[in-house]
């Protein structure tokens, strides 16, 4: 049965699990990993709404000097906020180009905002305040697809002319509607009746890993596996990018490799083109003329 007057699949309440306080630990246990692998299941199933998605966000940030920006309410979104907050230490998406809001402000990271997610004016403050424009790509995240705060977001973020894109664990609801780009992630009823936190949470950390991974490798953020745009500096990473640069050029000598990455402060595409023989300046024209591309930098090298 389902809450009075409440279709949506993510307040379904199963007469099925009624008892389960009732249960042993590990029946409790498997029923809730099965859940979870539910929440896989329906990143899997979206995977055609997912590529939609990227090839749109990829060509208006690719053509442009366009922000990426993630929004949500709740759970949702510290989810969101998680995802692109990684998107500078991972690939060396500049901070100029990435926006991150969660209903609330801040504090809603770390504690939960009363009201904030039913604040229409406060989202149309922010669209009008960040200046969102043709530019920008804008993905709203909400396990209910009600929020109204992102919906409201979505709709004013869409009329300013930005790509919009909207996740959400329920079908037909306002913020797939709202959207260009709908993304349905059919997790279906949740153990803890309401609690999206667990199986829909679970299929938006893998949507959201899947779109910006897939976004940033379509962005020329990568090479193959390799994160040569990496950002983040630490010993460990030190280490990374070493091992990085021996296998895009297996013959440099330790040496070398260090001189390069020391020149090209630390940036593996630069340091690579380097070690090929290029000097800095050559380097980052390289670059700059292949759209990112160390593939076809080196390339342009004889590589």
Known sequence: MSSPGDSRQTEHISNDLLDLDLRD???????????QTCG????????????????????????????????????????????????WPTYGWPASRLLLSIAGGEGALLHSIEGGED??????????????DKNDVV???????TSIWTVTWIEHARNAGALTIGMANNNDTPLLLACECPVYLNSGTEVLAGSTRMAAGTAQKVALNMFSTLLMIRLNRTYGN????????????????????NTLVPNVDATTAADALRKADGWVKLAALICL???????????????????????????
């Open 119 to 132: 604040n229409a004016d406060n989202a149309r403050h922010e669209v009008e305040s960040h200046t969102i």
């Open 40 to 87: 896989v299941n329906a990143a899997r199933n979206a995977i055609a709404s997912l590529d939609a998605a990227v090839t749109a966000a990829a060509a208006r940030l690719a053509t442009s000097n366009g922000r990426l920006v993630m929004i949500g309410a709740g759970a949702s979104g510290r989810l969101a906020v998680q995802d692109g907050a990684e998107l």
């Open 226 to 245: 390799l994160m040569v745009d990496m950002a983040a500096i630490n010993t460990k990473l030190d280490d990374r990018r070493l091992r990085m640069l």
């Open 25 to 35: 630990n590990t029946s409790i246990l498997n029923t809730l990993v099965d859940s």
């Open 139 to 145: 993905l709203g995240i909400a396990a209910s697809g």
């Open 277 to 303: 023989g290029a000097s800095h300046a050559e380097g980052v024209q390289l670059l700059d003329d292949s759209g990112g591309s160390l593939r076809v930098a080196m390339s342009e090298l004889g590589v």
